[in-house]
């Protein structure tokens, strides 16, 4: 059952943490761009999985790829988390949804946590060390602070690594977020749906399987030594599909017995089956950024039969959240629920 108070508390939590009003757009993951592609399952894909996206036939795709800091100005260069939601339109006219980021786990286990974390994780003022401030730190044998890039008056991590220093749990996600960097184009970058989903074979087995996006050209990141710039990424891909088609590969992870199933803070070991369920292929840049970027609205539990979440709490109040939030940005209507599942 969805309670929507909590929904409209988590989405007011981002609100409260934003550096600037953002207007009717998302609160997170505010800058991003909608691509159209084509989703085509590998031979193999069918016989792990029902879902009608998995049977092999060309499935038209929305993509739509953000920079994960909320917040009205383009960052492109700066060190952030990037996010990566397709819909696959499978014919039910509905769609099945996959949202992942650069993100390989996330750093709250449920709500309370998600909570505490965005009193603690609030942007702080950040100022420039002078050179005898480093010096003290490097005597001290730590790490000094990076100079703040050009505009950058608010300092996103502080809170967060405090949040981190307290809460163990946390800490793969937040030191991962912490030293991230800048991809040189968003289809050169590796996207983590961090979650646990249940995926039902042809012959009913059920299993619970992790999914990820490869980039077929390889992950490559901006030189972290030189000056930021900050608007690239769109200019990017549109010069990049214009001239060839970028693409990923869709991953599936198959979990064992005691992985953690319900919990998108812990990893998975390194040595899980592994298969290739399909490739995404990337073919423009949406001419209708309005429809395909900024109102389309994207939902993890919106998932084609043969998909179904798992129990992990963050993934459940993500349910609610995004259409609260779509709802307070006039996004399109999600009209999936679980009453209508039934
Ligand atoms: C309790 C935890 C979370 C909350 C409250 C939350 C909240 C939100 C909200 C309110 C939006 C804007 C939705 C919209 O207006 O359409 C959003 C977008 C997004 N979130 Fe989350 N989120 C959470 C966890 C996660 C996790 C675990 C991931 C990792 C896969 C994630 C990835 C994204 C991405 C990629 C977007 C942008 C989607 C788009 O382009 O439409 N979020 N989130």
């Given at each position: 059952?969805?309670?929507?108070?909590?929904?409209?508390?988590?989405?007011?939590?981002?609100?409260?943490?934003?550096?600037?009003?953002?207007?009717?757009?998302?609160?997170?993951?505010?800058?991003?761009?909608?691509?159209?592609?084509?989703?085509?399952?590998?031979?193999?894909?069918?016989?792990?999985?029902?879902?009608?996206?998995?049977?092999?036939?060309?499935?038209?795709?929305?993509?739509?790829?953000?920079?994960?800091?909320?917040?009205?100005?383009?960052?492109?260069?700066?060190?952030?988390?990037?996010g990566m939601a397709t819909?696959?339109?499978?014919?039910?006219?509905?769609?099945?949804d996959l949202i992942a980021t650069?993100l390989g786990?996330f750093?709250?286990?449920?709500?309370?946590?998600?909570?505490?974390?965005?009193?603690?994780?609030?942007?702080?003022?950040?100022?420039?060390?002078?050179?005898?401030?480093?010096?003290?730190?490097?005597?001290?044998?730590?790490?000094?602070?990076?100079?703040?890039?050009?505009?950058?008056?608010?300092?996103?991590?502080?809170?967060?690594?405090?949040?981190?220093?307290?809460?163990?749990?946390?800490?793969?996600?937040?030191?991962?977020?912490?030293?991230?960097?800048?991809?040189?184009?968003?289809?050169?970058?590796?996207y983590h749906a961090v979650h646990t989903f249940?995926?039902?074979?042809?012959?009913?087995?059920?299993?619970?399987v992790r999914f990820s996006w490869?980039?077929?050209?390889?992950?490559?990141?901006?030189?972290?030594?030189?000056?930021?710039?900050?608007?690239?990424?769109?200019?990017?891909?549109?010069?990049?599909?214009?001239?060839?088609?970028?693409?990923?590969?869709l991953m599936m992870t198959?979990?064992?017995?005691?992985?953690?199933?319900?919990?998108c803070?812990?990893?998975?070991?390194?040595?899980?089956?592994?298969?290739?369920?399909?490739?995404?292929?990337?073919?423009?840049?949406?001419?209708?950024?309005?429809?395909?970027?900024?109102?389309?609205?994207?939902?993890p539990?919106?998932?084609?039969?043969?998909i179904?979440p798992?129990?992990d709490?963050?993934l459940?109040?993500?349910?609610?959240?995004?259409?609260?939030?779509?709802?307070?940005?006039?996004?399109?209507?999600?009209?999936?629920?679980?009453?209508?599942?039934?």
């Amino acid at each position: 059952m969805v309670d929507t108070s909590v929904a409209k508390q988590l989405v007011q939590a981002i609100i409260d943490n934003l550096p600037a009003p953002v207007g009717p757009r998302r609160p997170v993951h505010t800058i991003g761009i909608g691509v159209k592609g084509e989703f085509v399952a590998s031979n193999v894909a069918r016989n792990y999985c029902i879902a009608e996206q998995f049977q092999g036939q060309p499935v038209p795709a929305s993509v739509r790829f953000s920079n994960g800091l909320g917040g009205p100005d383009q960052h492109d260069g700066w060190s952030d988390v990037r996010g990566m939601a397709t819909r696959f339109h499978i014919s039910d006219g509905k769609g099945s949804d996959l949202i992942a980021t650069t993100l390989g786990e996330f750093f709250v286990r449920n709500v309370d946590d998600f909570f505490k974390f965005t009193e603690i994780a609030k942007l702080a003022p950040y100022s420039r060390l002078s050179w005898w401030q480093k010096l003290c730190d490097l005597v001290k044998l730590k790490v000094p602070d990076r100079d703040p890039y050009l505009n950058e008056t608010e300092n996103v991590n502080a809170g967060a690594l405090r949040y981190a220093n307290q809460h163990r749990f946390a800490q793969l996600g937040v030191f991962q977020a912490a030293v991230i960097g800048a991809p040189v184009s968003y289809a050169r970058a590796s996207y983590h749906a961090v979650h646990t989903f249940w995926v039902t074979a042809p012959n009913g087995v059920r299993r619970p399987v992790r999914f990820s996006w490869q980039p077929v050209a390889g992950v490559c990141n901006t030189d972290p030594m030189a000056v930021p710039q900050d608007k690239y990424l769109f200019k990017e891909l549109d010069e990049r599909l214009k001239k060839w088609p970028a693409r990923f590969m869709l991953m599936m992870t198959i979990g064992e017995a005691g992985d953690a199933i319900d919990d998108c803070t812990k990893p998975w070991p390194g040595t899980r089956l592994r298969i290739s369920m399909g490739t995404l292929t990337l073919l423009k840049v949406s001419e209708d950024q309005e429809a395909d970027g900024e109102r389309i609205s994207f939902n993890p539990n919106r998932l084609a039969p043969g998909i179904e979440p798992s129990a992990d709490p963050i993934l459940e109040a993500r349910l609610g959240a995004y259409e609260a939030s779509r709802e307070i940005r006039g996004g399109c209507p999600f009209k999936w629920s679980k009453v209508d599942a039934g």
